[in-house]
Antibody
Framework: QVQLVQSGSELKKPGASVKVSCKAS????????MNWVRQAPGQGLEWMGW????????TYAQGFTGRFVFSLDTSVSTAYLQISSLKAEDTAVYYC??????????????WGQGTLVTVSS | AIRMTQSPSSFSASTGDRVTITCRAS??????LAWYQQKPGKAPKLLIY???TLQSGVPSRFSGSGSGTDFTLTISCLQSEDFATYYC????????FGQGTKLEIK
């Protein structure tokens, strides 16, 4: 069965960096897009962008350029989200979510359990 | 970027009620519209895609309709497990979520 398992919660200080992992299983990793979604405390879902798991090419939504980097290690079927120069407003749950095809033209159908990143001094 | 606006933002209903949530896109998105359900502390769950296609395993009391800019999610007979927050999402041009509709017990 399809599973996306994310790394555990992180507590970071402002200015630090964090790397969240998302390990996929139960399907061919490079055949489906991987999306990243943010949810700040008590707020709605924000689509951050996606990475083409076949080419490694990332696309970032408005507001998620510069400090956010999507990457892959296809040898272990894992996607990564790295955030640098962390700010308090980056405090949120971050989800990886598999797109039901190889591009953004299909909705995420399987989701990781979420990783809470807390930024606090 | 395409903006998605849901209404209402929240409302109360009773078990057994028929409820409808509306989602409007800032420009035409054909039928590239999905609906998700999210419960507190959990990841979103895909309910409907392509505006009206029920995801496998989702109860038939959920239905979706619309195309272009206006869409609806209908729950025909509310069950206790349906009280949650619902999001629409367009995937016509990149992806965007609506702000969510919180459905509470009356």
């Amino acid at each position: 069965q399809v599973q996306l398992v994310q790394s555990g919660s992180e507590l970071k200080k402002p200015g630090a960096s964090v790397k969240v992992s998302c390990k996929a299983s139960g399907y061919t990793f490079t055949s489906y897009a991987m999306n990243w979604v943010r949810q700040a405390p008590g707020q709605g879902l924000e689509w951050m962008g996606w990475i083409n798991t076949n080419t490694g090419n990332p696309t970032y939504a408005q507001g998620f350029t510069g400090r956010f980097v999507f990457s892959l290690d296809t040898s272990v079927s894992t996607a990564y989200l790295q955030i640098s120069s962390l700010k308090a407003e980056d405090t949120a749950v971050y989800y990886c979510a598999r797109g039901d095809c190889s591009s953004t033209s299909c909705p995420p159908d399987y989701w990781g359990q979420g990783t809470l990143v807390t930024v606090s001094s | 970027a395409i903006r998605m606006t849901q209404s209402p933002s929240s409302f109360s209903a009773s078990t057994g009620d028929r409820v409808t949530i509306t989602c409007r896109a800032s420009q035409g998105i054909s039928s590239y519209l999905a609906w998700y359900q999210q419960k507190p502390g959990k990841a979103p769950k895909l309910l409907i895609y392509a505006a009206s296609t029920l995801q496998s395993g989702v109860p038939s009391r959920f239905s979706g309709s619309g195309s272009g800019t206006d869409f609806t999610l209908t729950i025909s007979c509310l069950q206790s497990e349906d009280f949650a927050t619902y999001y629409c999402q367009q995937y016509y041009s990149l992806q965007t979520f609506g702000q969510g509709t919180k459905l509470e017990i009356k």
